[in-house]
């Protein structure tokens, strides 16, 4: 089976500090995504990586960074954590598109609270 | 940017009842696909359905897609009380997009 990890399932973190949210993938997928997920809101791409050291802006990238140095990894970084980005935040991975229908395989989500 | 836009948001019903859950899309789109979720957790896979498709099985659920109205609709039958779950719909952009565009998810509550 597809195991997508996020290292860490709760943080809670002060305003101005700066957060790591680690996830890894175990089946060779070339695409890695970082989305929000806030209620009433649904999800929401902030950063999509399709391959080592390669990244695309999602939908909300404002106040975040990424970092993909091995293909199995692939880091969310808030530099200077606000109250607004208190949210879950789940990381996916996948096959590249056509011949696999890019289903995406979801980790079980971090769940930050910044205060 | 929200492609998909479930309907209805919330749908409460018994256990043993069906449960329909339609999707609407925006753009023209190469496949469409609907996940699940269980509270606090992440998404699942269900089901993908292509855009040459109009129909598509797997087990209690059924999923059909209309491109002309840009619409689908994921049929549960025979609901027990472990779908429970919200349910979220997710295009690609045809033209060769990555990433998937997910609705805002239906809460769907099956009654023991």
């Known amino acids: 089976d597809v195991k997508v990890t996020q290292s860490s399932r709760y943080l809670v973190k002060r305003t101005g500090e700066k957060v790591f949210l680690e996830c890894v993938q175990d089946?060779?997928?070339?695409?890695m995504f970082w989305y929000r997920q806030d209620p009433g809101l649904g999800l929401r791409l902030i950063y999509f990586s399709y391959d080592v050291k390669m990244k695309e802006k999602g939908d909300i990238p404002e106040g975040y960074s990424v970092s993909r140095e091995k293909k199995e990894r692939f880091s969310l970084i808030l530099e200077s954590a606000s109250t607004n980005q208190t949210s879950m935040y789940l990381c996916?991975?996948?096959?590249?598109?056509?011949?696999?229908?890019?289903?995406?395989?979801f980790g079980e989500g971090s769940w930050l609270t910044v205060v | 940017s929200q492609q998909g836009e479930e309907d209805p948001q919330a749908l409460s019903i018994q256990e043993g009842e069906n449960a329909t859950m339609n999707c609407s899309y925006k753009t023209s789109i190469n496949n469409l696909q609907w996940y699940r979720q269980n509270s606090g957790r992440g998404l699942v896979h269900l089901i993908l359905?292509?855009?040459?498709?109009r129909e598509k099985h797997s087990g209690r659920l059924r999923v059909t897609l209309d491109t002309s109205k840009k619409s689908s609709s994921l049929l549960i039958t025979a609901s027990r009380a472990a779908d429970t779950a919200s349910y979220f719909c997710a295009t690609d952009l045809q033209g060769g997009s990555e990433k998937l565009v997910f609705g805002k998810g239906m809460k769907l509550t099956v009654n023991p």
């Open positions: 089946m060779d997928h070339e695409n």
């Open positions: 996916a991975s996948s096959f590249r598109a056509w011949y696999a229908g890019n289903t995406i395989y």
């Open positions: 359905i292509r855009s040459n498709e």
